[in-house]
């Protein structure tokens, strides 16, 4: 385990905190990368793990790339040569991201203060988003001269569309949790001091259904994001064969069978 995240385990539900708030939970080397990478492999790994909400400590969600680090080519961002930084991202915050995309347990994110730049394509990432009202949002790259390098500009028009996506992206306009919800950013807006137990909660309802079946339709959901419908059935049939003989399944349909029974047979 690195610095950068702390774990919590409540359960099921794993609780990320990005622990960095003296730098607004800025992503800034190598090591904060390998330390999200390789706590996210390992929630992966354990079976006893059917939710994950990522949050942050202090006023910030995540602040994105660290400012300092690029201005003297250190870190995770621009390096001595162009070749050396395309590399540098691919290493270091892209791998984050991929990370990120590629956990088949479902994530909420609880954007408790500022999320700009990387830190709201990390919210992107997540399935579920709420947002305390104190959270302020900005994809704000082009306001320091950068493009968005870490995939934002695939994240957030899945999220909000093109035109909207377009339009955040090109003018960097910061925007408040009231807006995040208008634009469909974040699904609910909380007062601060509610917003973790609102995050548990929304677990809390995910994790009470079967593990497989949780992990294999985040699964279906994402790949349903870019390939035909063709293809997600036939995922979809090779899921629900893999589920069907799990023993979850079988006693979900026993017992609500039982239950219904009086309802079939016309009592």
């Given at each position: 385990m690195g610095e950068f995240l702390s774990v919590e385990r409540r359960g099921k539900i794993a609780i990320l905190t990005m622990s960095k708030p003296e730098s607004m939970n800025a992503i800034g080397t190598h090591a904060d990368c390998d330390d999200i990478i390789d706590t996210l492999r390992g929630l992966g790994e354990d079976r006893g793990v059917s939710a994950i909400i990522l949050t942050g400590s202090g006023k910030a969600f995540s602040a994105?790339?660290?400012?300092?680090?690029?201005?003297?080519?250190?870190?995770?961002?621009?390096?001595?040569?162009?070749d050396s930084t395309r590399a540098n991202y691919r290493?270091?915050?892209?791998?984050?991201?991929?990370?990120?995309?590629?956990?088949?347990?479902?994530?909420?994110?609880a954007v408790n203060g500022h999320a700009i730049g990387l830190g709201c394509d990390l919210a992107c990432t997540c399935d579920i988003r709420i947002a305390a009202e104190s959270a302020k949002f900005a994809c704000s790259f082009?306001?320091?001269?950068?493009?968005?390098?870490?995939?934002?500009?695939?994240?957030?028009?899945?999220?909000?569309?093109?035109?909207?996506?377009a339009e955040l992206f090109l003018t960097g306009d910061r925007f408040d949790a009231a807006t995040a919800k208008d634009y469909g950013l974040v699904t609910e807006v909380v007062?601060?001091?509610?917003?973790?137990?609102?995050?548990?909660?929304?677990?809390?309802?995910?994790v009470c259904n079967p593990p497989r079946a949780l992990r294999l339709t985040k699964r279906l959901l994402r790949e349903a994001q870019h390939s035909r419908m063709s293809d997600i059935l036939e995922l979809s049939a090779a899921y629900q064969a893999i589920v069907h003989e799990t023993a979850d399944n079988r006693e979900a349909i026993n017992a609500f069978v039982e239950k219904r029974a009086p309802v079939f047979t016309g009592d």
């Open positions: 994105g790339g660290n400012l300092k680090s690029m201005q003297e080519r250190q870190g995770i961002g621009v390096l001595d040569q162009p290493r270091g915050v892209q791998a984050v991201i991929r990370a990120l995309m590629d956990c088949e347990v479902p994530m909420i994110a082009i306001k320091v001269g950068i493009v968005p390098g870490d995939g934002g500009a695939w994240l957030l028009q899945r999220v909000l569309g093109y035109p909207r996506a007062p601060d001091a509610d917003l973790l137990d609102r995050a548990v909660a929304i677990a809390e309802r995910i």
